[in-house]
Structure formats: C-alpha cells, structure tokens
Nanobody, 134 residues
Framework: QVQLQESGGGSVQAGGSLRLSCAAS????????MGWFRQAPGKEREGVAV????????YYTDSVKGRFTISQDNAENTVYLQMNSLKPEDTAMYYC???????????????????????????WGQGTQVTVSS
C-alpha cells in the first residue's frame, strides 16, 4: 500500500517562497506518476504539476509556469514542489498524489491529454495548507 506524506506548507507573504515535500513509502517499483494538486475553498481540485519518476518528464498548469518547479529525489522516494513568487491566488490545500497506471500519460503524454485529472491518481496524501497573504 503506497503511503504519501506531505510537509512544508505554511503562511507567507506575496512574493515569498515555500517548498513542499512528499515522502512516499510502501512500494518497491520506482516508476510512478507523482503529482501535486491543490484545492481552494469553494473550488475544484486542480492539477498543479506532475513528474514521471523514471524519466523526469514534467507538466505544469499555466498559472504556475515559471514560478513552481517539481523535482524528485528517487533515493529518498521524495517529490518536491518549489514554489517561488507566490501569489494570494496560490492559497489552497496542496495534495500529493501518485499512480502507476498512467505512466503513459506522464512519460510523454502531456501534450496529448493535457491537465492531470484527480480521478487518475489512486494514492493521495492528507494535504498541507499553503496561505499567501497580500
């Protein structure tokens, strides 16, 4: 059973930075799609960034391109989300997600299938809150 544990959320002022971490455990295969989603109050959960752990292929939603970076440390089974130039509209609960069934998507299918869907990810962390004040 894959388990995901997020950390690194907090409160910052606009323009500040945070780094989220997602520690994964409970699996032996290294090839996963790992993603970060976020959900603000009253809004649907949206995919922010995705990475293919065996190839490093990445996806970013348009609103975070150039500001957020998803990366991985396979030795530590950890995925990170570096968030710079944070804006109040980035305020949300951030969730880490993982799945192996959609490797075809995250290993090279971003241009074809577009944004990640939460329904495609079977494993989720409990979330970490990010609050950005103006």
């Amino acid at each position: 059973q894959v388990q995901l544990q997020e950390s690194g959320g907090g409160s910052v002022q606009a323009g500040g930075s945070l780094r989220l971490s997602c520690a994964a455990s409970g699996y032996t295969h290294s090839s996963f799609c790992m993603g970060w989603f976020r959900q603000a109050p009253g809004k649907e959960r949206e995919g922010v960034a995705v990475i293919y752990t065996s190839g490093g292929n990445t996806y970013y939603t348009d609103s975070v391109k150039g500001r957020f970076t998803i990366s991985q440390d396979n030795a530590e089974n950890t995925v990170y989300l570096q968030m710079n130039s944070l804006k109040p509209e980035d305020t949300a609960m951030y969730y880490c997600a993982a799945d192996r069934r959609i490797i075809g998507y995250c290993s090279g299918g971003y241009d074809v299938w577009g944004a990640p869907e939460q329904a495609d990810f079977g494993y989720w962390g409990q979330g970490t809150q990010v609050t950005v004040s103006s």
